[in-house]
């Protein structure tokens, strides 16, 4: 007799531990450390930590390691496992203005204090397969130049100090936390932030991309794009002072849009931002042109209707661990739900058969 | 007799510019108050105010409410607002579509306010939406149709009847012969006529066609600047107008 | 797993997930918001239930979880073992036995008691979600009591199918007051929402909890003409004869013959040890 798949638990086992051995691969390959991983894949850790909402190199690296490369499944052991841990309070806002900058360009101006530096960046590189790399070898050593000792300006300090870009006034507030406070609409721009900066990649992209193809196009500048690391401070209540107790990469980019006036206010430009843990610089773009789209009623914009304009949309479906395990879902046993709607549909035929039969006999 | 609908002072403004200011009236039951002026002249402000959809600045909007008599609307809580949007209450959008759900049947379009109301008898809301079909000139055939497949003037007739099933007493009409062909607005204004003289309702229709309120509305008010420039009983402010606006609006019409 | 917390979520965690199950007990049907945490298994696949379950368990309860109506199907499995594993609680496969029961897409065919819990896994709270998506708009349609629109869903089925075309999760109107989703249980187990236990139900992505407490009213939303029917397939148990328990269809070869069994294990293995038997045990039993 036909058993129905009532699994258990000796299936479950097995599965685990066949998927454990695919992990590992030909044992005749060397196995990937942790620090290999963290040290020579660091945009899939950079973006494991930036959407795990974790900065953790390491368990990064480990998580990427335990998903096989699986990003997203990397991305939710971070996740799952950040939420284990107890919170010691929070730290004070970071201060980009005094991040050492490994890279800092302007689309806006040509130069400005603080210069335009490169940095490590695929930008201006030819994309063709590097064969010497499926060799091993060492890479002969980058030159190196002074760091600059005093703090890089925001390039948007300038435009603010001639009153020309809209201002963002520092708030007192203490802005809402995404992990401990539903979502709820209309919902408060810190929560639009956070949940942008650790929604999926490929989606903000996508969003992002939409405006730029004239869904409430905005037509942004990149004002500035920097990367560095950044202390972090927490203020000690024993200590009566703030101490670092850190630093971490971030990625930093400030959009410049299109001017907009109004009756009481000059035509000045405004601003989206995106701010992403590690070099990120694909995510903080798109992450602030969608900002800047989500902020048209408070600009005082038309609702034009597009998706990157719809914070429902837009937020509801950003975040990739909610979005995959409710896709998958579907795969787990529904046969109740389909069962009820086999004798549905057989009800309906059988009337529709009524229906029309007796009409036939008469003709 | 109470009036059914005291407009007191009402006002509207869009930062320093004016939507409507100034404007009061009372309505009668049975009666048809039209609203002319040109584009930009406040009159769709105004009906917005009066029907709730927009919140004035200043003023009243007294309805003379089945259970406790004369309130003032504007300052009545959401929910009985919405309450009285889905029973004593009608507004026919000019754009059918804005009025209608175009993924319902017609049927269920036409029984949606009375389901809101808590009707619950399958056949008694289909036997009410049929007949309705019927009341606004649309075969009961189709009830099971959806308005995409509707002519404009058909969705316009479709919404009227969705609107008047539950027997409102005060509609509010925005240009509802907009945007249809000459042809069809003669049919839709016919018909409109005969119900809203069979029901006795009480309406408040803006239009910029004088024809629709030469033929519909018992007085009539004409606003230039979010201002009323001159009001009275239709034919008198049609025949002999006074305000030199008014004048000009009349005029325009007997030159096409 | 001792590095966890009693039942994995943490004291605070539990606090807050407490909090909106009382308000959810306080205004049965509605919604409340909650900061849903990530929890180390799949948003879709039970997180809601699981945060529910584990703020409510006890060290003295005897938990049981089914999936299908089954305890043995592999989602059932891993939450049980989860739990096991971070509560370290008792786990049962007797509905009897269990204090606290946290179910996918069934109710069990047993009554439950006063002394019992059940927590449902939601994956979409809002009923109303299919026929307007948008969250403002749906919370001012309850907060108004504004249903017009879930009749006028119930209304095209008839006009276009001659019947109700909803078979599962299957709105009811909770307390004469709130519309709720009763999540994806067949139609056939609606009647069971009116019981003795207390009934929470957890959605983990879409951050929601909402509440039906013990002997509350429970209306499944209909026509007086087109009345509701609680429908299951019309056979009785192959393997235990029973001709009121919601029934599962199985495929048995490659002809495509059929077999009919009880969706809930529990209540069938009873039955057979009651001697009970079905059209496929008859000759085993005889």
């Known amino acids: 007799m036909y058993v129905a798949v009532k699994g258990g638990e000796k299936a479950i086992e097995n599965a685990h531990s066949w998927l454990a051995e695919e992990r590992r691969g030909s044992t005749d390959v060397a196995e990937l450390s942790i620090a290999q991983i963290r040290e020579q894949l660091s945009l899939a850790v950079n973006r494991v930590m930036a959407e795990g909402s974790l900065f953790d190199p390491d368990l990064a690296a480990l998580a990427i390691k335990q998903a096989r490369g699986d990003l997203i499944e990397a991305i939710f052991l971070i996740r799952a496992y950040r939420t284990t841990l107890p919170r010691f309070g929070c730290s004070n806002p970071v201060a980009t203005a005094e991040m050492a900058c490994d890279r800092r360009i302007s689309a806006t101006f040509k130069d400005a204090p603080g210069g335009q530096v490169l940095g490590p960046t695929f930008d201006y590189t030819h994309r063709l397969l590097d064969f010497k790399l499926a060799a091993e070898g060492e890479v002969p050593d980058a030159p190196k130049g002074a760091p600059r000792d005093e703090p890089t300006p925001h390039i948007t300090e300038f435009l603010q100090g001639e009153g020309i870009i809209q201002d963002e006034p520092e708030g007192d507030e203490t802005p809402d936390d995404l992990t401990r406070q539903p979502m709820e609409f209309p919902s408060k721009r810190p929560l639009r932030l956070q949940s942008l900066t650790r929604g999926d990649e490929g989606f903000v992209l996508g969003m992002a991309y939409s405006t730029q193809r004239g869904y409430a196009r905005n037509h942004a500048f990149v004002g500035e794009l920097r990367i560095g690391k950044v202390a972090v401070e927490m203020d000690i209540p024993e200590l009566d002072f703030a101490i670092d107790i850190g630093e971490v990469e971030l990625t930093e980019c400030e959009t410049v849009n299109q001017f907009k006036g109004s009756k009481t206010e000059p035509p000045q430009f405004t601003r989206g931002y995106g701010l992403v843990f590690g070099q990120s610089e694909r995510k903080s773009i798109a992450m602030a042109l969608v900002d800047r789209a989500l902020r048209w009623k408070e600009l005082g914009e038309d609702n034009l209707g597009a998706p990157a304009q719809d914070e429902e949309f837009v937020l509801s479906h950003a975040d990739n661990i909610q979005a995959t395990g409710f896709l998958e879902h579907i795969k787990l046993p529904h046969y109740v739900d389909f069962q009820s709607e086999l004798e549905l549909v057989r009800k309906l035929r059988r009337e529709a058969e009524e229906r029309i039969t007796p009409k036939e006999a008469a003709e | 007799m109470t009036p059914l609908l005291q407009v007191k002072d009402i006002e509207k403004r869009y930062g320093t510019r004016i939507g409507c200011s100034g404007v009061s009236f009372d309505l009668y039951p049975g009666e048809v108050m039209g609203i002319v002026g040109e584009s930009g002249s406040g009159k769709s402000t105004l009906l917005n105010c009066l029907a709730g959809h927009l919140e004035p600045d200043a003023g009243q909007v007294i309805f003379d409410t089945r259970a406790d008599g004369p309130v003032d609307t504007v300052t009545m809580s959401e929910p009985e607002r919405r309450m009285l949007g889905r029973t004593d209450w009608a507004f026919v959008h000019q754009h059918a579509r804005d009025g209608l759900r175009m993924s319902v049947s017609a049927g269920g379009n036409i029984g949606e306010r009375l389901m809101a109301v808590g009707d619950c008898h399958y056949g008694q809301i289909r036997d009410r939406a049929i007949d309705w079909l019927g009341r606004v000139e649309i075969d009961g055939s189709r009830v099971d149709d959806r308005p995409t497949a509707f002519s404009g003037g058909m969705q316009q007739r479709l919404q009227i009847a969705r609107n008047l099933v539950t027997g409102p007493r005060l509609v509010f009409m925005d240009e509802p012969t907009g945007g249809l062909d000459v042809s069809v607005q003669a049919r839709l204004l016919d018909l409109l006529r005969g119900l809203v003289r069979e029901m006795g309702l009480s309406a408040i229709i803006v239009t910029h066609d004088l024809a629709v309120v030469r033929l519909l509305a018992d007085r009539l008010m004409v606003m230039k600047d979010g201002y009323v420039v001159e009001a009275g009983l239709t034919d008198q402010v049609l025949d002999d107008p006074q305000h030199a606006y008014t004048q000009l609006l009349v005029s325009s019409v007997l030159q096409v | ?286």
């Open chain 3, 1 to 286: 797993m001792s590095e966890y917390n009693f039942a994995y979520l943490d004291e605070q965690t539990k606090r807050m997930i407490r909090r909106a199950i009382l308000k959810g007990l306080a205004v049965p049907g509605y919604q409340v918001p909650f900061a849903s945490r990530e929890m180390p298994m799949p948003y879709g696949w039970g997180t809601g239930g699981v945060q529910v379950s584990a703020a409510t368990l006890t060290p003295d309860d005897t938990f049981k979880v089914i999936d299908q109506g089954a305890d043995d199907t592999t989602n059932a499995v891993s939450i049980r073992k989860f739990f096991e594993n971070t509560a370290g609680v008792e786990t049962t496969e007797e509905t009897e036995k269990a204090s606290l029961i946290q179910t996918r897409h069934r109710i069990p065919e047993a009554k439950l008691r006063e002394d019992q819990i059940i927590v449902y896994q939601v994956p979409i709270p809002e009923p109303l979600r299919f026929l307007e998506p948008r969250e403002t708009e749906t919370r001012k349609m309850h907060s108004l009591e504004e249903y017009g629109l879930m009749h006028v869903k119930l209304y095209e089925d008839i006009s276009q199918h001659g019947a109700i075309s909803t078979s599962y999760a299957y709105p009811v109107k909770v307390s004469g007051r709130y519309v709720m989703d009763p999540s994806p249980i067949p139609k056939f187990d609606n009647p069971k929402l009116e019981m003795d236990a207390i009934q929470l139900f957890g959605a983990g992505r879409e951050q929601r909890i909402y509440a039906v407490p013990p002997h509350t009213k429970v209306v499944s939303l209909d026509f007086e003409d087109y009345p509701f029917e609680a429908t299951k397939a019309d056979h009785p148990c192959d393997l235990c004869g029973a001709e009121d328990s919601y029934l599962d269809e199985v495929i048995t070869d490659d002809a495509g013959s059929r077999m009919f069994v009880c969706s809930d294990t529990d209540y069938c293995r009873c039955r057979r040890e009651a001697g009970h038997t079905g059209r496929m045990t008859k000759d085993v039993a005889a």
